[in-house]
């Protein structure tokens, strides 16, 4: 079975350019979870899918952060513009959607911001 | 708010010994209860997962606890090996629905010294 991808793996910008991850499910998965991992810290939730509805951004900083799930499947989480404190691990992650299920993790985009 | 924390932040023993990782959380109104493992430049693994009904959970060398009423989970590694070397984080799920609430605590980073 597949597993959780991302791209890309690691990333470097400058502040106030934009960025953009893509993430690809396990299939068949209908929940998708983007958490933010700032070094030294667990991961924190940003937004998560339920197919292709948001059922929690409480956490996503919604004036520079924004993400889809178009078709419920992939999904993309864009910053625009970025600023020196995003730097940090963008974690993927999915389940079967059944409630609090195991979660899935993608292997996560590094990224630095200059 | 729930809060969850993780002592000590990291933790070093020579191969073969025992050890236990502490987790502690400030809410007991949760769902379950899951251990996970993070290696270096890599995602998060599920190691187990306790819901809030049971006590323990076991797998191979590994045992974790939970005590809802006192806040704390432990997990407990037998016979340590230095592929056991790597973060260990808890995350405590809050609700059973697609917008459970999940946290993170910052981790343990362990190192086996062969």
């Known amino acids: 079975e597949a597993g959780v991808a991302q791209s890309p793996r690691y990333k470097i910008i400058e502040k106030r350019q934009s960025v953009a991850f893509w993430c690809n499910p396990i299939?068949?998965?209908?929940?998708l979870y983007w958490y933010q991992q700032i070094l030294g810290q667990g991961p924190k939730l940003l937004i998560q899918?339920?197919?292709?509805?948001?059922?929690?951004d409480s956490q996503l900083p919604k004036d520079r952060f924004s993400a889809e799930r178009l078709k419920g499947v992939d999904s993309t989480l864009k910053i625009q513009p970025a600023k020196l404190e995003d730097s940090a691990v963008y974690l993927c992650a999915s389940s079967l959607g059944r409630g609090a299920d195991t979660q899935y993790f993608g292997p996560g985009t590094r990224l630095t911001v200059l | 708010k729930q809060e969850v924390t993780q002592i000590p932040a990291a933790l070093s023993v020579p191969e073969g010994e025992n050890l236990v990782l502490n987790c502690s959380f400030t809410d007991s109104a949760i769902y379950n209860l899951q251990w996970f493992r993070q290696d270096p430049g890599k995602g998060l693994t599920s190691l187990l997962l306790?819901?809030?009904?049971?006590r323990e959970q076991t797998s191979g060398r590994l045992n974790a606890s939970l005590d809802k009423s006192s806040g704390r989970s432990t997990l407990y590694i037998a016979a340590s090996q230095p592929g056991d070397s790597a973060t260990y984080l808890c995350?405590?799920?809050?609700?059973?629905?697609?917008?459970?609430?999940?946290?993170f605590g910052s981790g343990t980073r362990l190192s086996i010294r062969p």
């Open positions: 306790i819901q809030s009904s049971q």
């Open positions: 995350a405590v799920i809050r609700g059973y629905s697609s917008a459970s609430k999940i946290i």
């Open positions: 299939s068949g998965h209908a929940t």
């Open positions: 899918f339920q197919n292709n509805g948001v059922v929690d």
